[in-house]
């Protein structure tokens, strides 16, 4: 699991990845999150998960998930996958 920020830079919860490399192909499986806080209001966030790689100024890797509507613990179980410069790696 790794910790969560939210926009104000406080940890919200934990993340379940699941990461593999293959045949010059990096899958980064988005499982699960839990523990997000609620907003200030009191409601339910609509959480979603932003991954990039490091170093990108341009953020030309940044891949996101699908918004999960309400709830401080969605489940995604989406695959996020980069290949070579299709990432803009340069392989």
């Known amino acids: 699991m790794l910790a969560v920020t939210n926009l104000v830079g406080k940890v919200g919860g934990e993340v379940k990845l699941s990461i593999s490399y293959k045949n010059n192909k990096l899958f980064i499986m988005v499982m699960h999150i839990r523990g997000l806080q609620l907003l200030q209001d009191g409601n339910?966030?609509?959480?979603?998960?932003?991954?990039?790689?490091?170093?990108?100024?341009?953020?030309?890797?940044?891949?996101?998930?699908?918004?999960?509507?309400?709830?401080?613990?969605?489940?995604?179980?989406?695959?996020?996958?980069?290949?070579?410069d299709g990432w803009g790696w340069g392989w």
């Open 44 to 84: 339910d966030p609509d959480p979603y998960v932003k991954i990039y790689l490091l170093p990108d100024p341009q953020k030309t890797t940044k891949k996101k998930t699908k918004v999960a509507r309400k709830t401080c613990n969605p489940t995604y179980n989406e695959m996020v996958c980069g290949e070579g």
